[in-house]
């Protein structure tokens, strides 16, 4: 039938072989079987469509043949079986059965299923027996870039060591992205630095991986704030996404500087400053951060007499003792600032301390009595006598100036202001003045500092005869307190001159150190100054009876001067300042510090006993009177003796040494006390609560609230960290641990928190 459906015949009839025949035409119809099964042109085919197609959307047309005629060559069209690359969900296509389109029933998701293999069958509608063929088709679904890359977190904070190698990784970014094809989902990360100058990092565009590109320095950069962005790779550049994070990366501190002097070496000091007086303040400076930028001072050498004393932590130096220049006038420190990093960094520095002069010297004569002889009726400008002192200041305070002071006979003398040589201004008498003693004085130029020479003048004159005293040595005592000019001894010689070579002239040799005179003509001895005990105790000097002989030998006879002790010294303590400590909570009785006074006095004007004056009302403290030690007498509080905060509370005493003459003398010193703190107080907060109330839409890394809690401890003691306890499991805030400032690290979200209790704890 599909060769031939019709067949014509034509029949002719002959009879024998007459000519004469018939015909007539037969019409044959091959009546058609089902024989043909319908026929695809392709046995499979492949569509590729994109999954932006809406339902409905034909796209694709079967077609089939079938070479039998009729309802045996009419083919209807069916889904025999669907196969998707993700799932089994069957509701995406549908197929026209008498047409063969294939449609859409479902929107397409290319990330849900990217694949389907359908098996469309073709059957005739003769079903006796039917005729039915197959033809696979291979859909692939075309992805659209309808994602964009994202990364797990906002905000991220990453701390890493300076001075580590270039290249070294600090953190691996992963993006993820959800479309399905390679470029679609292929990202690409790309750096940007949020404040302006030279990006020290560098990402890895495929892999994510943030490493250093440039040598790190905390002192130069503390932190870097970054954008790391993740890019699709989609074909089309429009069509591309991307997402972004902060990167904030904390660049943490190595001990890599050594600190660095910024103080000057050289200093100056007067000679006459109190016992810890500042001198210097050292300074030196470390950039590092922490323990590895706290620098501490100390002394390496040339302080070995302990003159001065150092602060380690302040750098302040202050002298340990009293200074003075005439002995010391430069001493020259290693002083070393030494950080607290590991291992710890330090520098040195050579400081010199020049002790500058004061003045506050006495010149002093090389002698104290000058002796000499003068021809009498000699012209005047006759040289006498050359008389030096010396002064130990330094500069304009060392220069001095002579003169004769007022006296008997000065008038007859002239001296040179400069060089202290004494000549005479007139024509000598001995007959008119045998001897004559003044007092030649050396005046400092810079003040009114002083001294005097006795200057004993002999005026020769020619005699046979030596006077003689009655005795040879003569021993007296005298009160301390006599007053200035009173006679102590009338002495007398003998001469057996007559006339004006029988008058006996007196006059003290040796050294009295200016303490007496005597009368030429009388011989009273009288004193010339003050007396002081415990200056001098004892004079032993000649005194000389003479006349005008310039050949005999004058006579003389030894004069002790015993000093009688008078109570006129008060009692001095070694210091009038005195620094103590003493730990609070320390038992009874506990020693804290010995001060001790001396007295030049002697005997029991000179025994000093020690009692507490002032500042001890409440009976806080005891004092050995006899010894001087100063003890606890009740246990001590820091935090009840303290009136704000500080790192200890002090007593100022007020002590007491008076010594057992009559009247008794004392003086005063003053002590303080320091009682160091002991950590026996718990931290408390301003409030037991803090209530807070925010707004869900603030942004991540806002200032929350900040607590704060008091110690009534000092210095380390009171020094407060704080930490979250309880209540942030998530993470949504975070707690400074220094300042006590909350920050927020996470959304809030109302609707999923109404509130949240933290428990803060103060350490």
Not at 123 to 140: E, G, H, R, W
Request: aromatic share 8%; hydrophobic share 35%.
């Amino acid at each position: 039938h599909e060769t031939q459906s019709i067949v014509v015949l034509t029949i002719q009839s002959q009879l024998g072989n007459s000519p004469v025949y018939s015909s007539t035409q037969v019409n044959i119809s091959v009546i058609d079987i089902n024989d043909n099964a319908p026929v695809f042109l392709t046995q499979s085919d492949t569509v590729i469509i994109s999954h932006t197609q809406p339902p409905g959307t034909a796209v694709y047309i079967a077609h089939a043949e079938d070479k039998d005629s009729g309802l045996n060559g009419a083919v209807k069209y069916s889904i025999a079986s669907k196969h998707i690359a993700k799932d089994d969900d069957d509701v995406h296509f549908e197929i026209d059965s008498l047409t063969g389109d294939l449609f859409l029933s479902k929107e397409l998701d290319y990330e849900t299923a990217s694949h389907f293999l359908l098996q469309v069958i073709i059957k005739d509608y003769n079903n006796n027996p039917p005729q039915n063929n197959t033809v696979f088709l291979s859909i692939d679904i075309e992805d659209q870039n309808d994602h964009s890359p994202y990364f797990q977190d906002d905000f991220v904070v990453i701390g890493i060591e300076e001075n580590v190698p270039v290249g070294t990784l600090v953190y691996t970014f992963n993006a993820k992205d959800g479309d399905g094809s390679f470029l679609n989902s292929k990202i690409q990360y790309s750096l940007e630095m949020s404040n302006m100058g030279e990006n020290p990092f560098f990402i890895h565009p495929w892999y994510g991986t943030l490493t250093t590109a440039f040598p790190l320095d905390r002192e130069v950069t503390r932190s870097v704030i970054l954008t790391v962005s993740a890019a699709d790779q989609a074909i089309n550049r429009t069509d591309r996404r991307l997402d972004s994070l902060a990167v904030k990366i904390v660049i943490l501190d190595i001990n890599d500087n050594s600190p660095s002097f910024t103080s000057s070496p050289l200093s100056y000091v007067m000679e006459d400053v109190e016992v810890g007086f500042l001198v210097h303040r050292i300074i030196a400076k470390d950039p590092d951060e922490g323990r590895n930028g706290q620098v501490t001072y100390h002394i390496l050498s040339g302080n070995e007499n302990k003159a001065f004393v150092l602060d380690k932590i302040t750098g302040l130096l202050t002298t340990a003792q009293l200074l003075d220049r005439e002995i010391q006038e430069r001493y020259s420190f290693t002083v070393m600032a030494l950080d607290d990093g590991s291992p710890a960094l330090s520098a040195t520095q050579v400081l010199t301390i020049i002790v500058l002069d004061v003045n506050d010297e006495t010149p002093i004569f090389l002698h104290q009595l000058y002796e000499t002889a003068v021809h009498e009726n000699r012209d005047p400008g006759e040289f006498v006598i050359k008389v030096e002192a010396v002064d130990r200041d330094a500069g304009l305070n060392s220069l001095l100036r002579y003169e004769v002071l007022p006296g008997t006979g000065y008038e007859k003398f002239k001296m040179n202001s400069d060089s202290g040589e004494l000549v005479t201004t007139a024509s000598l008498d001995r007959e008119t003045q045998e001897v004559f003693s003044i007092k030649g004085s050396s005046v400092k130029s810079a003040c009114k500092i002083s001294s005097t020479a006795q200057l004993t003048l002999t005026v020769l004159d020619e005699n046979d005869h030596s006077p003689l005293f009655a005795k040879t040595q003569y021993q007296i005592s005298v009160r301390e307190d006599l007053e200035e000019g009173s006679a102590i001894l009338d002495l007398f010689a003998s001469d057996k001159d007559d006339g004006l070579n029988g008058e006996v002239m007196y006059s003290l040799i040796d050294d009295t150190f200016g303490a007496f005179a005597i009368d030429s003509v009388t011989g009273s001895i009288v004193t010339t100054k003050a007396l002081d005990r415990e200056t001098k105790s004892q004079y032993t000097f000649r005194a000389v009876a003479s006349d005008c002989s310039t050949h005999l030998p004058r006579s003389s006879t030894v004069m002790t001067v015993l000093i009688e002790d008078v109570n006129d010294n008060v009692p001095k303590f070694e210091q009038s300042y005195y620094k103590a400590s003493v730990w609070e909570g320390q038992s009874l009785k506990t020693d804290i510090v010995q001060v001790f006074a001396t007295d030049l006095d002697s005997g029991l004007n000179g025994e000093a006993e020690y009692s507490i004056l002032s500042g001890n009302e409440n009976a806080t403290f005891l004092i050995d009177s006899a010894r001087g030690i100063l003890a606890t007498n009740t246990v001590l509080d820091h935090e009840n003796t303290s009136s704000y905060r500080e790192m200890a509370s002090s007593h100022r005493l007020v002590l007491l040494a008076s010594d057992h003459g009559t009247p008794s003398l004392n003086s005063t010193a003053t002590v303080l006390i320091t009682v160091l703190d002991v950590n026996d107080n718990p931290p408390v907060f301003s409030s037991p609560e803090y209530r807070i109330h925010v707004k869900e839409s603030i942004p991540v890394g806002s200032h929350i609230t900040e607590v704060s809690a008091n110690d009534c401890d000092a210095g380390t003691n009171a020094e407060i960290t704080y930490a979250i306890i309880s209540g942030n499991d998530r993470g949504h805030f975070h707690l400074d641990g220094k300042t006590g400032s909350v920050d927020l690290m996470k959304t809030l979200d109302y609707e999923d928190t109404m509130k949240f209790t933290l428990i803060i704890q103060a350490t």
